[in-house]
């Protein structure tokens, strides 16, 4: 029998909460900087002392970088608001009713909105006394992977009754993974009117410093990057995008090799980004826009960018494969 007064508990449940990097409020300066103020705060991304990394963020950073991030974003901003925060959300109601009725499925951005904090702290209220955190990153990274854990971990030392804990490994050579990449980039070719003479695979960038301290990411996306091509049966070109700042990034960059592949007789090519979940601000903007512009610029006559898996159906199985196998032992496998 229940005492009087204790409090009410509700009925066990699991959960599973999908994290993706993060995303402003709004397309507007003010928003874009706001987030901005907290992503590059973050000492798993910059990893320079803070008393030298804060003036120079506070100083010129913020003060110059919102207003061109605002028009990066505002060229992709959808009616249902960022891409990446409206294709994660899609994601994550695909999937809610995927691992049976006990088992609530949910979404997060570690910057921004909707809070890791936020939603993990819903998942407990509502009965889930065992979380899978889900970092959406196919290739493990320490800024993005870890600092989603991270930041989860930090919300549950603040717990009196912590929910067990489970983690999604990084996927980055997972049969799953790489068979849903290969379906995609088929369709995405098809889908284009023109055959082209190479085929991209741009992977975010990451400062050289990383791999040389131990980060196994470069070896990730080389790794998917030769798989995928083993199982298209074509050689890919696989490079880097976003830089930032004056360090040496990973090699070879997006942005050069485009410039460089028309003067190389390459005129048509096609680009897809693996290193992706969802399309967002550096591939719908960054490459699509961007690196369209670089390669025609230089001479190029056809582009075409290939999706990211989203929440295609193919996307949608990958992911309900996944983390099927995870929650094994906690539930058996539908």
């Known amino acids: ?59 010129v950073v913020l003060t110059t ?22 294709i994660t959300r899609a994601q994550a109601l695909a999937l809610e009713h995927a691992f049976g009725d006990d088992v609530l499925v949910d979404w997060a951005m570690r910057y921004g909105r909707p809070a890791i904090a936020d939603r993990l702290q819903a998942m407990k209220d509502a009965g889930c006394e065992r979380i899978l955190l889900a970092p959406l ?42 068979d849903a990449l290969a379906e995609s980039v088929r369709t995405g070719l098809a889908a284009l009117d023109f055959t082209p003479d190479a085929v991209m695979a741009s992977f975010h960038g990451m400062p050289q410093r990383t791999l040389e301290l131990g980060d196994p990411y470069h070896c990730h996306c080389r790794k998917t990057g030769r798989l995928l091509g083993e199982a298209m049966g074509m050689d890919l070109t696989i490079t880097f995008q976003s830089r930032f700042g004056r360090a040496k990034w990973l090699e070879p960059a997006t942005d050069t090799v485009l410039a460089a592949m028309p003067g190389r007789g390459v005129k048509k090519v096609a680009i897809v980004a693996p290193g ?59």
């Not at 509700?10 to 709004?26: F, K, Q």
């Not at 874009?32 to 320079?48: G, N, P, Q, T, W």
């Not at 009196?160 to 997972?174: E, G």
């Open 1 to 59: 029998m229940i005492p009087a007064g204790h409090p009410v508990i509700p009925r066990p449940r699991i959960g599973v909460l999908l994290i993706n990097l993060g995303t402003p409020d709004a397309p507007e300066p003010k928003a874009v900087k706001r987030y901005l103020a907290e992503f590059l705060s973050d000492r798993r991304v910059v990893e320079l002392p803070r008393i030298a990394w804060q003036p120079i963020l506070r100083g």
């Open 65 to 86: 970088r919102p207003k061109k991030s605002a028009h990066a974003y505002s060229q992709v901003w959808r009616e249902d608001g960022s891409p990446l925060a409206a």
């Open 137 to 178: 990153y196919p290739q493990y990274c320490a800024a993005t992977t870890a600092t989603a854990n991270d930041k989860a971990f930090a919300h549950l030392a603040k717990m009196r009754w912590q929910p067990a804990i489970r983690t999604l490994p990084p996927y980055y050579d997972d049969p799953a993974y790489i």
């Open 276 to 334: 992706f979940s969802a399309d967002c601000v550096e591939t719908l903007e960054e490459l699509t826009i961007r690196g369209r512009e670089t390669f025609e610029e230089a001479g190029g006559t056809h582009f075409g960018y290939l999706p990211c898996l989203n929440d295609t159906p193919a996307g949608i199985e990958m992911l309900r494969k996944l983390i099927a196998r995870e929650l094994e032992g906690w539930k058996p496998r539908p």
